[in-house]
């Protein structure tokens, strides 16, 4: 007994001696075509992985959605995963339970079928409910929420069905994402920028600007913040297998 609690009261010592640190990751939801043609390209000048959920029924067959291949160079490259954003990007909330199993198993199978072993979910239109998170814990290894509070990740304390992300708007500026990753750094959080369609000229609804994607993946690199994948994060915090 006395021995338990001595190891317990060392192994609290030394965690809370280790230096805790910022960490930044980058997601894309939907799986647009730019993505493939003006995020990685982007990310990968600056050496940046990032987390794509993609709507399964739209790869390879929507227009200006990427395709298997192209899903696959970025995977291949070694930096990025891929996660689910369900199979037909409907809100889980207002469907059955079985309707939502068979988004969340439908998605999982295909992706499965096509090389990829996707560990992350991420709710369409960021709508969930408990009723909804009890499935994605049968499917699925973590759930990526999207814009609700507290934005922020507290490094010591995640629960990986409720890790939180910052949506980049249309109207986000790079001022603003630049305030968010130094506030991550001064308060050594995890944050997750969630952005989704990236396009040149002015951007409309869930669409970011190539340069607002370029000065944040610069600004990342300057900063030296730790930039890592949403599975990364979590293994590396022994929170996934
Ligand atoms: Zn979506």
Redesign the pocket.
């Known amino acids: 007994m006395m021995r338990k609690l001595l190891i317990l009261l060392i192994f609290l010592f030394l965690s809370s001696c280790a230096p805790k640190q910022a960490y930044v990751s980058i997601s894309f939801?939907?799986g647009w075509s730019s993505i493939y043609e003006n995020a990685f390209p982007i990310l990968n000048k600056y050496d940046l992985p990032a987390t794509v959920f993609v709507?399964t029924s739209y790869i390879g067959s929507e227009k200006n959605f990427m395709d298997w291949n192209e899903l696959l160079i970025l995977s291949r490259h070694g930096k990025w995963e891929i996660g689910s954003?369900s199979h037909t990007?409907p809100d889980l909330t207002t469907l059955k339970k079985e309707e939502i199993k068979y988004e969340l198993n439908q998605s999982k199978e295909i992706l499965i079928s096509k090389g990829f072993y996707p560990t992350g979910f991420a709710s369409?239109?960021g709508q969930f409910n408990e009723a909804v998170i009890d499935i994605v814990r049968k499917y699925y290894l973590y759930h990526r929420n999207a814009g609700r509070p507290p934005w922020y990740n507290s490094i010591d304390n995640i629960d990986a069905f409720n890790i939180h992300s910052v949506t980049i708007y249309y109207d986000t500026s790079y001022e603003e994402i630049k305030f968010k990753i130094d506030k991550a750094i001064a308060e050594k959080k995890w944050l997750i920028l969630n952005f989704?369609d990236i396009v040149e000229g002015k951007p409309k609804h869930y669409q970011s600007n190539v340069e607002v994607l370029e000065n944040t993946a610069k600004y990342l690199k300057d900063s030296k913040v730790k930039v890592i994948t949403i599975s990364d994060f979590l293994k590396k915090h022994g929170l996934l297998e």
């Open positions: 939801d939907d709507v954003h990007h369409p239109y989704h």
